[in-house]
Every structure is written in C-alpha cells, then in structure tokens.
C-alpha cells in the first residue's frame, strides 16, 4: 500500500525530502551490498529516456558506441601519474577468478581512459584512421564512504566519450563541442539550467589537461556537477603509446578528450524540479507524459467512461503523446491523483460521465495552476502544446531560482554571507593561487565550480581576489557543492 | 589499410573463418584483459538493433527495465543449493574496495537471481503488488577458461528478466511467453530458425524447476543454444523468503522466472549467415540496411553524381531506411564494396555519371545474384520491399539448411554416422535415463539440446532410447554444441 504521509518539505528538511520523495515516488532503493543503489522501474524510465535524447545527440555529432572490459589490469591505472593517484584509493579490486588468485589483480573500471587508450593503440596507426570517436554506455565503480541515491553511489550508470583526434585544436574543439551538447541536453530536456566554464586546475580530472563542467544549483542552493568534458592532451596517448603516422610522414601522439554525464542527472532532476508533494519531470523526460484517471460510480458508468478514455488515449498516442491510462479497480480517483503527482507526471486527464456527456476532459498540470476543462475534440494537438509551454515554464522557473540565488561582484564579506546564509552560486575575483582556493575551501566549505565562459561572466570583470585581494586573473563561480 | 586477402572459407576451417570475419568487419577484438573482448562499433551496432527490438517486445509484453547492483554478497550465491554450485566455480570476486580487505568478499554478478530476489523480498507483500515483471540490460562475468568473441567471453552484456508471480501456473505461462518472444526474435529479426523445447535435468539452469531453450544450428552444423527462459518454481522465493499475502490472505512463497539472452546472439547471426566474402546481416538488424557508392572520375562528374546520390539517400532515410552514402574520396569503388560485403551491408546502391543521365542506380545484393538497374522513381517504395524480400530469403535458406543437416528416427548407429559425419540435429528416442545422456556426452560429445516442443517433434513418436534401448519416455533433440 502506497504511504500517504505527506512528505517532509524542502523548507524543513531537504536531505529528508529528497530521500522520502525518492521512496515515495519508488524510483530507487538500498541494496544489501554497501554503497550500491537499485534503480526501481519508476527510476530507470527517466534514465532510460535521457539515454535515449543523449545517444541520439551523440550520433548526430558523428559518435559511435561501443563496448570495453569491465576489468582493468591494476598496472594499466598506473601508467598514467596523476590518473593512478587520483582513482586507486577508490578502487574495488578483483583479486580471485574461477576459484584461483590472480597473477594480476583486477581493477574494475572507476573510467575507462586506460583500457579504451591500450585498445586505440592498436587501431590507430595513420592520420586516416583519425578522429576517433566512441562511447561507451556502461556501469563503474568508485568506493565511496558516504553515498546517496543518485548523487553519490558506488557503482553508478554512465556514459564516457573517448575521442581521439590529429591535432590539439581539434581535440578542444571537441571537448567544447560536447560540453556544449552537455548544455543543450539539460537546459532544452532537464529544463535545468547551467553554468559552464572551466575547473580549476585542483578540480581538474585526474589525467586531464583542462576539465570543463556544467553545473547546476539545486533549491536547497547547492551545487551540483551534471556533466564533465576532458581535454587529455598527450597524456594517455604517452603512457599507452597511440601514436599515428602524420600526413607528411611524421610520427606523433594523438590528442585524447573524454566526457561523461552518469545517472547523478536523475538525483539533479529531482532537485530542480521537485516540490513538496514529489517529482516534477520535465515533459521531454517523463515515461508518461499524460496520465488518464477514468472516474465512475456505477459499472454502466465505467464502460461508457473508459471507453471514451480509450479513444483520447489512442488518440494522443497518435500523435507521439506517452500517455497512460490508469484504469485500475478497487482504487479511488483521488488516491491515483496522489501516486501520479508523486511520480512526476506532467499532465492529468480527469474523464467522469459528465465529461463523456459534454465531449470534454477535464486537464490538471502538475505544476499548478486551474484546472481546466478542454474539448476533446483537437486534444490530439492541444496537449503537446501544453507539454512545450512547461517544459519552457519549467525552465524559466528554475532560471529565476538561480539567478535569485546567485550574486556577482561580492566581497569577502559579501561571500562569505551568502554561502554561510542562505547559499547560491557566487561570482567574483579570483587570484588564481592553489593555496588561496584551498584555505577558502577549508574554511567555508565553497569550491570554485568553473571560471565560467564568457557568456555568463559578469560585464565588469573583477579586479581583485574577493579573498585575498591579490589582482584577479579569472572571474570564479563559488558555491558549496554535492 | 584494409587487410584484401580472402577469408578462410568456411569449408576449410570454419573456426579460423569465424575469426578472420569479425576482425575483418571489426565487430570485436581481443582485449588486454583475459578472456573479455571489446565489442568495436561494427559489432556493437548489431547488438543495439538487437536490444532495441527486443526492449519493445519485453515492453509490449508488459514489463519494465530496472537495474541492480553489479556486486553480490558472496553468501547469496550460497543461499540456493543448487545454483551456488553451478555458480561459484566461475565468479571473479572482490576482496578489496578502498584500499581495504572487505569483511565479506562481494562476488561479480554472474547472473542476478539473488539480488534481485532479495531486493523482491522488500517490495512484495501482497498479491496486489505481483506480478512484478523487471528486465535489466546489464554486463555479466563467468570465469572462463576456453573463451572465443561473443560466443564465449568471461563478461557479457545481457538482459536478464526476473519476474514475480501468484501462482505455479501463471509463472509457466511467463516462461513459455518469453521463449515464444526469443523464438519470435530469433526468427523474424535474425532470421535464424530455431528448435524450442525443454532441458534436461543435466541440462537445467542452476537453481531452475524448468529450463526451456531456444536452440539453433551453426553452419558448421554445431548447435548453439541461444537463449533461455526458466521456470524457477518457489526455489529462490523459499532462500530469500519472498512472500506475499494471499486474496485469501493465507501467506505463500511468490513464484518465479528468469530468461536471458546475450551478445552471443551476435556470433550466432554472424555463423548463420555469413560466406566466404563476410557478414551477411539480415535487413532487420544491420546498422546500415542500404550503402550507396558513388563511381566517378573527374571532378564535375563528382559533383553530378554526389548530388545525385544525396538525393536518393534522402528519400531512402525518408522512408525508414537507415542509408549511408560513402563518399570517402581516395578510394576505389572496388576498395569500397569489398569493405561494405565484408561488413554484410544487405543493399548496394552504385551511381555512376551514366545512372545519373538515365534517372537509375545499380542495385546489388549482398546475398548474390545479378546486379540491376533500377530508375530512382520509386526506390523508396521498392528498396524496403527488397529488404523484406532478403529477410524472408535469410531465413528460408537458412531454414532449408539445417532442415538437410536434421535427421529424425534415427538409430544408434545412424546417430553415431551422423554426429561423426557432417552432424547436425539428430531427433530421436530417449530413455530419460541422466546415465544414459551422461553415456552419450561422453562418447560422442554430442549433448541433448532439447526435448523438443510438439511443433518441433516427428509425426510418429519414437518408441525406444536410441542408445540403449529402453522404451522412450520422450524424443531428444541430439547434437554437438557450441
């Protein structure tokens, strides 16, 4: 039996509305095996769903997919430094196979730079085998000591583009190219808006020559990375030796970039857009983007009702309309309303005898607002048109709860409070030391999130360090983070 | 460069054939890690055709995708008797995570009963939550000793359906159901005919009441079990006490299925169909149904014939037809047709400045026979109608071989002729005896594959054991597998 308490709100207790909601609404759960998530149906649909838009702009973009070893020999993470010092300590690691110890322990995947470099190795030998560009969709696994649903689990889902190209200008190129997809993907299907730029070189992926990211605030005003593109340089195709034969005979190292979004994009969906009575999904993502709830007393009733269900059902799958029509018994029309609003469904349909009578069907938006009664008839047009205008609100919505949320030009004091208040994003001066990023992490618990591209910089660009005073030589996005 | 020398033909060596096919098309590779391939984006498409017809079929049958952890407590697998002996013997098992020992070693998923059964428990409680019916695309590890690229790799990708139901007959009925989805895949996307029927208790999966199999004959006239679907009764359901509260509210153990198939099905669609000069892949599953080659020598005759070329290649995706124009400049047409046969493309299109004039291309077919002339007026229309043509063809040839290499009645001698001989199928009687099946493993290799489905079985049942004599108590399907 579906719990009918209602939820603990944002306001009182985020960390517990997120974790009820996700009970709730049944989209994952605890697994006996320490750190590991299961993804429920309910889950797995929106994931699936993301997959679906993310692989098709993959393949728009000349990707391919492919499939790598789960296992990686524990010396191939080692042949790259910083990579090695980076993921080791977060290894699970396979010491016995077929009853036997292994010569070699196994690591399995925590990324797959060094298995994917060792196989490119052998396939690329001349410039006409280049670029290179697959991905992989694929489960990994870092030991994480403090895991969430979504956010931070042991074993997660994910994708990882690696790409192999000529020259470094290409090699950018593309990691800015797919950082760009990146954004496309959770501003025009999340409806989650971002802030990209770049990492600072301690927030820089293990390996990498330049990390870039988008990130996100949720509405408890933390930040969240959705999504990182790599530009490697020659440091895999050095340690694993891919080389290629220049078109003027030359011999060189090929430049590698990765990029990954794993299913913390879920976790960030759920925080963007859900409220106080469950998930919100944006209409591009929802498993069903329209729920139809038949209402009736009598059996005559319910004939007459569910046969006019039927036909708007068919005729808003139609039209490429995910609809789904509720017509379980022994449930009243109240308590499915509960279930779907918990799970996020965009659109209701309520359909009664009157309704039937009249033609019309009565529709309730999951974001609020009058319910209304509509036609049937041109329903087939008139509900994709309701999706697009909330995916659009949704999107607008979550804009202004950032941009309330953010300030820009800030002094030391100004920073330090807004993070130690009530939180956001912060843009000012940074002097570009390691050592200043770092004491101001120690003390505050803020991170600097990217120093952002050009189009979110502020118009005035910083002159000072905010901490420091030192003169400023980037303008950085500081927030607490997930 | 591409290798131009011909494959081994499979008469004279199937297996190095087999070999030389895969990485002349690049479907896979060998990896670094042993006994674990990379599946290259040649042989990757293939399996994302497959899944993703498959995925519809799992969903028009009602169920769900989920996901579960990777990692099983190793005192899961002990949990069913039976299925941790089957099991254990070729896990690949974690002993550290995080730089520690852990204080129970976690195994690699080798199959996901356990797991999920558990997480079962939880969910179900009464007889208005079942049934639950969950599939999972996921990647499994089976230590093996012997591997060969897909067919025998120490980790696959699979799925796995595991479903929850009331009672012993609705679970047959599952099981049944999604043998009849496999058979129906196998025949109508791969165009490999299959025999269906039940396993033997020797043959049963580890922990199953009931295993049923598709089976499906080599060229090389060895079979190959493609894909399972067991009735596993209340086994798993009484180890991890799942149970459920009755509508008579008496509290019983849920009933159980599980069924799977994996990337092996690619080596089955490569040692069904493809020749001397390649892959054949049938219409239905290939990444690229139609290649179209542009023939030209100057410049001018380039621009007519691309623009030509775009054009047909426009209409032919507008009507469904997943196309792609090799305009690689640098290589011979030749160059281009050896490389698309070996990759089994089904449709050749050939434009030429000639064709261009005339309002035609040349249509070739991967599966032989003259090359034809076909105005471009109306290809989108008569293209799919060759492709469904093809499929139908595939499977027919395919059905009229094994059909030659099947033998029905056969007496001990006769069998023994045949499995020695050229082999294939052998129908006949069996005493229902493990001695007598162990006798005959033993002897000539040649296992039964099914106890075939009344469809399958000879119009007159055999009376005794074709080994020994004893009346028979069914008809076996016989014969050497993979």
Redesign the interface.
């Given at each position: 039996?579906a719990d009918t308490k209602a939820l603990t709100t944002r306001a009182a207790d985020f960390s517990a509305w997120y974790n009820e909601l996700i009970a709730r609404a049944e989209l994952a759960?605890y697994?006996?095996?320490r750190g590991?998530?299961?993804?429920?149906?309910n889950g797995?649909?929106i994931?699936?769903q993301m997959q679906r838009a993310l692989d098709q702009m993959f393949k728009d973009t000349g990707h391919?997919?492919?499939?790598?070893?789960?296992?990686?020999?524990q010396s191939?993470l080692a042949r790259e430094a910083e990579h090695v010092e980076g993921f080791?300590?977060?290894?699970?690691?396979?010491?016995?196979?077929?009853?036997k110890e292994l010569e070699e322990?196994?690591v399995?995947r925590p990324t797959s730079e060094t298995?994917i470099y060792?196989?490119y190795a052998?396939?690329i030998q001349s410039y006409r085998d280049l670029p290179v560009l697959?991905n992989q969709w694929?489960?990994v696994?870092r030991?994480?000591?403090r895991t969430r649903l979504f956010l931070r689990t042991?074993?997660f889902?994910w994708q990882e583009g690696h790409t192999a190209h000529a020259t470094e200008a290409e090699a950018e190129e593309e990691a800015r190219r797919m950082l760009g997809v990146y954004r496309t993907f959770m501003e025009e299907w999340m409806a989650m808006p971002v802030v990209t730029g770049r990492k600072t070189d301690s927030e820089r992926f293990a390996g990498a020559v330049r990390t870039y990211s988008c990130e996100s605030l949720m509405q408890d005003n933390k930040a969240l990375q959705a999504g990182t593109s790599h530009n490697l340089g020659q440091n895999f195709a050095r340690a694993f030796e891919v080389t290629f034969q220049t078109a003027s005979g030359d011999l060189d190292h090929v430049w590698n970039t990765s990029w990954g979004v794993s299913t913390r994009l879920v976790g960030a969906l759920i925080m963007t857009h859900g409220d106080d009575a469950g998930l919100v999904t944006p209409p591009r993502l929802a498993q069903y983007q329209v729920v139809i709830v038949p209402i009736y007393r009598t059996d005559d009733e319910r004939a007459t009702v569910l046969e006019a269900a039927e036909r708007v059902k068919r005729e808003l799958a139609g039209a490429g309309v995910r609809v789904h029509l509720d017509a379980r018994t022994g449930m009243k029309p109240g308590a499915k309303y509960y279930e779907w609003e918990g799970r996020g469904v965009p659109l209701r349909l309520e359909i009664g005898p009157r309704d039937v009578a009249a033609g019309a069907v009565v529709l309730v938006r999951r974001t609020g607002g009058k319910k209304e009664t509509l036609p049937v008839e041109g329903i087939a047009a008139r509900i994709p048109q309701e999706m697009e205008r909330m995916q659009t609100a949704l999107l607008e919505t979550a804009r202004a709860r950032v941009e309330a949320a953010t300030i820009r030009g800030a002094t030391k004091e100004q920073f330090l409070q807004h993070i130690d208040g009530s939180g956001g994003f912060v843009y000012a001066g940074f002097c570009g030391r390691a050592e200043c990023e770092a004491e101001i992490k120690e003390q505050t618990k803020a991170t600097i999130r990217v120093l952002p591209d050009p189009e979110y910089r502020s118009p005035e660009p910083p002159a000072t360090c905010m901490w420091c005073g030192l003169p400023s030589v980037a303008e950085a996005v500081w927030a607490r983070a997930y």
């Amino acid at each position: 039996m579906a719990d009918t308490k209602a939820l603990t709100t944002r306001a009182a207790d985020f960390s517990a509305w997120y974790n009820e909601l996700i009970a709730r609404a049944e989209l994952a759960d605890y697994s006996p095996v320490r750190g590991c998530m299961v993804i429920r149906p309910n889950g797995y649909a929106i994931w699936e769903q993301m997959q679906r838009a993310l692989d098709q702009m993959f393949k728009d973009t000349g990707h391919q997919n492919a499939y790598f070893p789960l296992f990686i020999p524990q010396s191939f993470l080692a042949r790259e430094a910083e990579h090695v010092e980076g993921f080791a300590p977060e290894t699970a690691v396979v010491t016995h196979g077929g009853g036997k110890e292994l010569e070699e322990p196994l690591v399995v995947r925590p990324t797959s730079e060094t298995i994917i470099y060792s196989m490119y190795a052998k396939w690329i030998q001349s410039y006409r085998d280049l670029p290179v560009l697959i991905n992989q969709w694929a489960n990994v696994v870092r030991w994480e000591m403090r895991t969430r649903l979504f956010l931070r689990t042991t074993e997660f889902l994910w994708q990882e583009g690696h790409t192999a190209h000529a020259t470094e200008a290409e090699a950018e190129e593309e990691a800015r190219r797919m950082l760009g997809v990146y954004r496309t993907f959770m501003e025009e299907w999340m409806a989650m808006p971002v802030v990209t730029g770049r990492k600072t070189d301690s927030e820089r992926f293990a390996g990498a020559v330049r990390t870039y990211s988008c990130e996100s605030l949720m509405q408890d005003n933390k930040a969240l990375q959705a999504g990182t593109s790599h530009n490697l340089g020659q440091n895999f195709a050095r340690a694993f030796e891919v080389t290629f034969q220049t078109a003027s005979g030359d011999l060189d190292h090929v430049w590698n970039t990765s990029w990954g979004v794993s299913t913390r994009l879920v976790g960030a969906l759920i925080m963007t857009h859900g409220d106080d009575a469950g998930l919100v999904t944006p209409p591009r993502l929802a498993q069903y983007q329209v729920v139809i709830v038949p209402i009736y007393r009598t059996d005559d009733e319910r004939a007459t009702v569910l046969e006019a269900a039927e036909r708007v059902k068919r005729e808003l799958a139609g039209a490429g309309v995910r609809v789904h029509l509720d017509a379980r018994t022994g449930m009243k029309p109240g308590a499915k309303y509960y279930e779907w609003e918990g799970r996020g469904v965009p659109l209701r349909l309520e359909i009664g005898p009157r309704d039937v009578a009249a033609g019309a069907v009565v529709l309730v938006r999951r974001t609020g607002g009058k319910k209304e009664t509509l036609p049937v008839e041109g329903i087939a047009a008139r509900i994709p048109q309701e999706m697009e205008r909330m995916q659009t609100a949704l999107l607008e919505t979550a804009r202004a709860r950032v941009e309330a949320a953010t300030i820009r030009g800030a002094t030391k004091e100004q920073f330090l409070q807004h993070i130690d208040g009530s939180g956001g994003f912060v843009y000012a001066g940074f002097c570009g030391r390691a050592e200043c990023e770092a004491e101001i992490k120690e003390q505050t618990k803020a991170t600097i999130r990217v120093l952002p591209d050009p189009e979110y910089r502020s118009p005035e660009p910083p002159a000072t360090c905010m901490w420091c005073g030192l003169p400023s030589v980037a303008e950085a996005v500081w927030a607490r983070a997930y």
